[in-house]
């Protein structure tokens, strides 16, 4: 089976080939035009731009994705699409684009949840003899799974019994954790997308500090700069950011201009201690309550290196397996759509002519 993928949610255009080969599956090509240098002068996305940019930008990329997998139209088996959620203007294009070429080339559309389809590149390694974590064994025997998904818009911890069957168990009950990463580097004025400046900075104070990380309990920094660790010790797997970015604006009013400049990096490595301290230590509760055996790390903030290596450790520290995707399938990529719409056809493969129901819904809930 070869999949075309595409994908364009938020300001990434993207479109992917997954070749399927008796069960093994191969990223042929994984094409991505980012829109983040035009965005960053406006400090974050604005749709309307964004849309413009994603019908300048989708039939290249498809063209490209195709020929750097050397493939034709012909050779194509199924369309996949990211129908939401996401910005409706954006997904629109991506969702007419699969359906005009499903019409052309006779071809069957998978409409694909974005959300699941971070959670899915980790299926990529899950399975793959020739992935560096594979061990015999995993696959179906590495059931239930615990998925941390965290992104500029979600954040989200979903109990996985198989490959299609999932339930979401907690969520953000205000911010997401990388909308809070955004806005705190707003607030600091350090430009867009706020998250890898913010885990830059703090990087800058774990060295200049020479620690080698901050645990998951609450503990003072020498400066006894200190920010709160919300919803860490509630009985339920729901988040909250909103009060993490607001103890952030309050200490930053407390200080001149001058005091700012010089514990920036301060601000930011208590920050993001914070906020991966109650990432970690609610995934971790998740996993013993379901008794899972693996726990996959999803989304754009997936490519955060402090989280990744935190949560790698303490799941580590219970004897359990863990996945995260190369940092090249943690952002927005249609490599992702096209894998999880793998396993979608393999339960239910659409028909020829079910591009007439298909419409890009932003709000679409990973259930």
Known sequence: ?????????????????????????????????????????????????????????????????????????????LIAVTSGPGLITSLIVGVEAAKSLAVAWNKPVMQVNHMYAHLAANFLYFNLPQAPSFKQGVGNNQFPVIALIVSGGHTEIILVEDYNKFKKIGQTVDDAAGEAFDKVAKLLNLGYPGGPIVSAEADKFKIQNHQKQIKSKPQKLSSNLFFP??????????????????????AVQKMTQE????????????????????????????????????VFLAGGVAANRKLRQELETAVKNKNLEFFVPDFK???????????????????????LDNWRSIKADPNWELE
Request: charged share 20%.
């Open 329 to 351: 399938y943690c952002t927005d990529n249609a490599s992702m759509i096209g894998i999880a719409a793998y396993y979608l056809a393999k339960e239910n493969m659409p028909d």
């Open 229 to 250: 660790r919300p919803m860490i010790d509630s009985p339920n797997f729901n988040f909250s950011f909103s009060g993490l970015k607001t103890a952030v604006l309050y």
């Open 1 to 77: 089976m070869n999949i075309l993928a595409i994908e364009t949610s938020c300001d990434e255009t993207s479109a992917s080939i997954i070749k399927e080969n008796s069960g093994a599956l191969e990223v042929a090509s994984n094409i991505v035009s980012s829109q983040i240098d035009i965005h960053k002068a406006y400090g974050g996305v604005v749709p309307e731009i964004a849309a413009r940019h994603h019908v300048k930008n989708i039939i290249p990329v498809i063209l490209e994705s195709l020929a750097t997998a050397s493939l034709s139209s012909q050779e194509i088996d």
């Open 259 to 294: 005091e700012i400049k010089k514990k920036i990096p301060e601000i930011c490595y208590e920050f993001q201690a914070a906020a991966v301290a109650v990432l970690v230590k609610k995934t971790i509760k998740a996993a013993e309550k379901f008794s899972a055996k693996t």
